[in-house]
């Protein structure tokens, strides 16, 4: 077989879409992506001594960055590059501002309950860097690739948002892996399948990847210092509150998704509806 029908074979496998090709795509970069880290990362992580920061930029920045450069390469490789980052073929109703709003006020409470001064601003840079590294890798994959794969393949977009939300979801319970107890681990599935929901309501409102790419990027960073490094201001207990929140509210707005790609197209990019 020539180099050039090899391309075609490829590209042709690809712009089918459907489920199953969106759960192989997400296998197969899960299972890349721990490679890398063992392979590339686990070497400098014992290198790096007792820094903290330094564990961030490295266990997580470095680790989920090269993620994201197999994804960006994985979809140069199929000419989606445009379709992933250009306008979204399809836009929604007002309400789904809600999907926004919510992570979005969560996410400016944590920011303002975090004692930044027991925190350093060493430890801070490095974990606005690993978020929004963490944010790009995530949302390109479940809210790119897989929307993709789900639009081209015909799907309603229900199944769209359920089906890129739980894939992102899955993807946590990995963290069984490292230590983490059954019930926290059930827990943070339900609640990283409703932010998925959250962040594909970014997507379609917003109509362009970049935002939930940037809005994912601002909630973990300023999660996990509040938890660490809470302030005595009073706003630490609301803002604790916003697993709960969000799980309500994703799971909730997931009844009213409506739409569908009119055809899928043959190049794996989705069509206008």
């Not at 590059?81 to 836009?91: A, K, S, V």
């Not at 490095?126 to 015909?154: K, Q």
């Not at 909730?252 to 009119?262: P, Q, T, Y």
Request: one cysteine or more.
């Amino acid at each position: 077989m020539s180099g050039q029908e090899q391309a075609s074979a490829w590209h042709r496998f690809w712009d089918r879409g459907g489920w199953w090709r969106s759960l192989l795509a997400v296998a197969v970069y899960y299972a890349l992506y721990q490679g890398l880290s063992i392979v590339v990362v686990g070497p400098v992580a014992a290198s790096i001594g007792d820094d903290p920061a330094a564990a961030i930029w490295v266990d997580y920045a470095l680790s989920i960055a090269l993620g994201g450069v197999l994804l960006i390469l994985f979809a140069w490789s199929l000419g989606w590059l445009r379709g992933l980052f250009g306008p979204q073929p399809i836009r929604g109703p007002w309400w789904m501002w809600i999907g926004v709003a919510v992570p979005l006020l969560f996410a400016l409470l944590h920011v303002a309950s975090i004692d930044y001064a027991r925190a350093g601003p060493g430890l801070v840079i490095a974990w606005l860097a690993a978020g929004l590294c963490i944010g790009f890798a995530e949302e390109v994959l479940t809210r790119g690739v897989v929307v993709t794969l789900m639009r081209s393949g015909g799907y309603r977009e229900s199944s769209v948002a359920a089906v890129s939300s739980a894939l992102f979801a899955v993807m946590h319970a990995g963290n069984l892996l490292s230590g983490q107890d059954l019930l926290s681990t059930v827990i943070q599935l339900v609640y990283t399948f409703a932010f998925g929901i959250c962040m594909y309501l970014t997507l379609r409102v917003t109509g362009n990847l970049i935002w939930p790419i940037l809005l994912h990027a601002s909630t973990d960073p300023s999660t996990l210092l509040m938890a660490a490094y809470p302030a005595d201001n009073g706003l630490a207990g609301v803002a604790g509150l916003g697993n709960l929140v969000v799980i309500f509210v994703g799971l909730v707005l997931l009844i009213f998704i409506r739409g569908r790609i009119a055809e899928p197209r043959a190049d794996g990019l989705t069509p206008g509806a």
